[in-house]
């Protein structure tokens, strides 16, 4: 698992596997910041594991923010060699005021 971070199964309908990267703080939020899954088709010979940064977390952090790999666990270890390429803060999607009602 990675350091500070969930990797949350979702189903897909062609039943992969697909991880969303969720982002958890310690007050109990989250976001989403990556991805990483088996490609249906399209990915080069021999690599069928795509992962990629999210983009609004990728200002910073080294290219690429997505690439191909052999195995779900180099997929893994691609993604956290460039999430953690740059300290920087995670990107929170702006707090939208409660609807008054």
């Known amino acids: 698992m990675l350091a ?6 979702e189903p ?5 596997p697909d991880f969303a990267v969720t982002w958890r703080e310690a007050d109990g ?3 989403r910041v990556g991805r990483i ?16 940064i999210d983009l609004f977390q ?6 690429p923010h997505q690439g191909h790999a052999a195995s779900e666990d180099e ?3 691609k993604w956290q060699e460039h999430w953690d390429s740059a300290d920087v803060p995670v ?7 409660a609807s008054s009602g």
Do not use: H, K, Y
């Not at 500070?4 to 199964?9: K, R």
């Not at 399209?42 to 992962?51: E, I, L, S, Y």
């Open 4 to 9: 500070g971070m969930s990797l949350i199964i």
């Open 12 to 16: 897909s309908e062609f039943s992969q």
């Open 29 to 31: 939020r989250a976001v």
């Open 37 to 52: 899954s088996r490609a249906n088709a399209g990915a080069p010979d021999g690599t069928p594991w795509v992962w990629t």
């Open 58 to 63: 990728r200002a910073g952090r080294a290219e």
């Open 75 to 77: 997929a893994r270890a």
């Open 91 to 97: 990107r929170w999607p702006p707090v939208r005021p």
